[in-house]
C-alpha cells in the first residue's frame, strides 16, 4: 500500500531528505507537490534531474500570516480531489508552519510537519508574539484532538533525534536506572554547533535560516537539542517526581554581538579583497534574530528542583568556511557547515552518560573514516554506573554508531541524523497505513507540548530582556506526556 502524498516545500530540506526517500519508498506515492511561484525554475529543474514527474503546483502568495487566504485554500482543495491526497509533508519555511498544518488539518489530512511547529517575525523582541508559539501548538493539538474523536489521523513532528538509534538506546539505559534507583535525571547539558558562519552582510540580507525577521537558531536546529533533552529526562520520571512547575531564563547572542567579537577591521584583515557595503555597521544593528542561544531550566515538584537542564544552542562555531561568496552553495550542508553536538547526563549518583557526535569535515567530502573522531558517523557514548550500589551493572561502558547500527553502504548514507530522519517518515507512513493510535506514534504532535511550551519560554526570556525586563520565566507545566492524557 502506498499513501498519496502532497509536499508542500521542495526547499533544501526536501531535496536531500524527503525527495530521495520518496523516489525509493515503498509506502509513499508522490502525488503533487506545491511552492512559491519565485521558486518555479529551480524546483522544476531539480525535480526534472531526479526523474521525479509529479506535478507542482505554485501560489504567489508569500504573506505571513496564520490562514491561506481564499484562493489558496480552493486550490489546494481541489488538489486533494484531483489526486485523492491522503497525507501531507510540510517542509516550508517556519513562519508558513502553522498556516498549512492548520489547513491540513481542517482537511482530515495526515500531516508530517518539520520543526518548529511554528515561529513568528521578531519572536525573540515580542513578548506577545514569543507567547503566541505556545498558543499556536494548542490550537493544532486541540483540533487534533478533536479530529481523533472521528477519524484516526497521524499528526507527526520531524524531530528525529527520537528516532536515532544512539538516543534510543540511551533513554532505554535511564529508564533502566530509574526503575533500580527510583532516581530521575537529576542534570542534562546539552551542546549542539552548526559551524554556520554567517557574514555580516550574510545576517541582512540572507533568506536562508534568516536572522533578518527577528528569530534564528532556536526555531531551527536549536529546537532539537532542546526536544531531545526533554524526551530523554522525562522518561527517568515516577509519578511522585513528575514536573508541576518549571523556571528559565536564556540569553540570546545576535547579530550586533557577533559582530562585536569579530569586526570589520578583523574581516579586511582576513579577506583583503572583501567588498564592504558602508551601511552593514548600521544595518546589523537592525537585525535581532538570535545567532546562539544558551538557556538554564529548572523542573520543579511541589516546589523543589528535580532536573536541571543547560541547553545550549550555537551557529556562530567551528566552521570549516574560508570563503566570504556563498553565492551558489548548499546553504544547508555544506558552505562550510559542520556539526558537533554533545551532551552531559547525570542521573544522581548513581548514573552518567557522556554523548559526543563531533564532525570536523563537511558530509563526505573528506578523507576520514566515517565512525572516527571528526567523521559524519561519529557519535559515541561513555556510560558510568554506580556498581558498589548495583553489583551486576558495569562499572564503564562504550558504544559508538558501528556496534549500534553499522551501516552497509557508507557511499551511500550521509550521516546518523539523516538516517534517523528516514527513520522518522517512515515511522510516519507505517502509523498510517497500521491504523496506529496516537500514543503509539515515534512523534506525535501530542507529545510535543512541553517543548513547545519551552520553546515559547525561551523566547519570552530573551524579549523581556530585549526591552529590559528580567528574562526569568516562570510557569505551571501545561502539557504532560502520560499516554493517558494529553492535557493536564
Known amino acids: 500500500m502506498k499513501v498519496n502524498t502532497l509536499l508542500i516545500g521542495v526547499g533544501y530540506h526536501a531535496k536531500r531528505i524527503y525527495l530521495p526517500y520518496i523516489k525509493s519508498s515503498e509506502f509513499c506515492n508522490l502525488v503533487a507537490c506545491w511552492d ?18 509529479s506535478p507542482c503546483y505554485y501560489t504567489k502568495n508569500n504573506s505571513i500570516s496564520d490562514t491561506l487566504n481564499k484562493e489558496e485554500s480552493s486550490y489546494l482543495n481541489e488538489t486533494i480531489k484531483r489526486h485523492k491526497i491522503e497525507a501531507v509533508i510540510i517542509a516550508t519555511e517556519p513562519l508558513a508552519h502553522f498556516k498549512y498544518a492548520k489547513w491540513a488539518l481542517d482537511s482530515n489530512l495526515h500531516i508530517l510537519l518539520d520543526k518548529p511547529i511554528s515561529t513568528g517575525v521578531d519572536v525573540s523582541t515580542s513578548v506577545n508574539k514569543a507567547n503566541k508559539l505556545f498558543k499556536d501548538y ?32 540511551i533513554r532505554q539505559k535511564i529508564i533502566e536506572m530509574a526503575e533500580i534507583s527510583d532516581c530521575p535525571v537529576t542534570f542534562i547539558q546539552t551542546f549542539h554547533s552548526d559551524g554556520q558562519w554567517t557574514f555580516p552582510n550574510e545576517f541582512i540580507s540572507q533568506a536562508y535560516h534568516p536572522y533578518n525577521q527577528g528569530y534564528g537558531k532556536m526555531s531551527h536546529s536549536g529546537f532539537h537539542s532542546l526536544d531531545i533533552a526533554i524526551w530523554l529526562v522525562e522518561a527517568s520520571l515516577k509519578a511522585d517526581k513528575k ?16 559582530f562585536a567579537q569579530f569586526s570589520k577591521k578583523d574581516y579586511l584583515k582576513i ?6 557595503n558602508s551601511n552593514i555597521e548600521q544595518g546589523i544593528r537592525k537585525v535581532t534574530g538570535e545567532v546562539d542561544a544558551f538557556t538554564h531550566i529548572s523542573f520543579l515538584n511541589g516546589g523543589n528542583i528535580i532536573t536541571s537542564i543547560n541547553c545550549n544552542s550555537l551557529h556562530n562555531s567551528f566552521s ?15 558552505n562550510g557547515r559542520v556539526r558537533q553536538e554533545s551532551y552531559i547526563i547525570e542521573q544522581g549518583p548513581f548514573q552518567s552518560i557522556i554523548i559526543n557526535s563531533l564532525q570536523s569535515e563537511e558530509v563526505q567530502k573528506g578523507n576520514l573514516h566515517p565512525y572516527e573522531v571528526g567523521g559524519e558517523y561519529h557519535f559515541d557514548i561513555h556510560i558510568f554506573r554506580n556498581k558498589t ?29 539523516e538516517d534517523a530522519r528516514r527513520n522518522c517518515i517512515m515511522d510516519f507512513y507505517k502509523s498510517i497505513i497500521k491504523h496506529v493510535p496516537p500514543e503509539n506514534q515515534g512523534s506525535n504532535i501530542l507529545y510535543h507540548g512541553l517543548t513547545a511550551q519551552i520553546l515559547s519560554s525561551i523566547y519570552v526570556s530573551a524579549a523581556k530582556q530585549y526591552i ?3 528574562g526569568m520565566v516562570n510557569g505551571k507545566i501545561k502539557f504532560r506526556f502520560n499516554n493517558k492524557s494529553y492535557v493536564q
Open 36 to 53: 512559491l511561484a519565485s521558486q518555479k525554475e529551480k524546483i522544476e529543474d531539480f525535480l526534472g534531474r531526479i526523474g521525479v514527474a
Open 138 to 169: 494548542t490550537k493544532l493539538a486541540e483540533l487534533y484532538i478533536e479530529k481523533n474523536k472521528k477519524q484516526n489521523l497521524v499528526f507527526s513532528i520531524q524531530a528525529q533525534r527520537r528516532f536515532h538509534v544512539g538516543f534510543q538506546m
Open 243 to 258: 514536573w508541576d512547575n518549571l523556571k528559565l531564563e536564556t540569553t540570546f547572542i545576535r547579530p550586533r554581538d557577533i
Open 271 to 276: 579577506f583583503p579583497d572583501m567588498k564592504w
Open 320 to 334: 570549516r568556511r574560508g570563503w566570504f561568496d556563498s553565492t551558489g552553495r548548499d546553504l544547508y550542508k555544506g
Open 389 to 417: 550500589m548495583f553489583p551486576e551493572l558495569q562499572t564503564y561502558e562504550y558504544l559508538n554508531m558501528r556496534s549500534l547500527s553499522p551501516v552497509n553502504d557508507l557511499g551511500y548514507s550521509r550521516g546518523h541524523q
Open 468 to 470: 529590559g525586563r528580567s
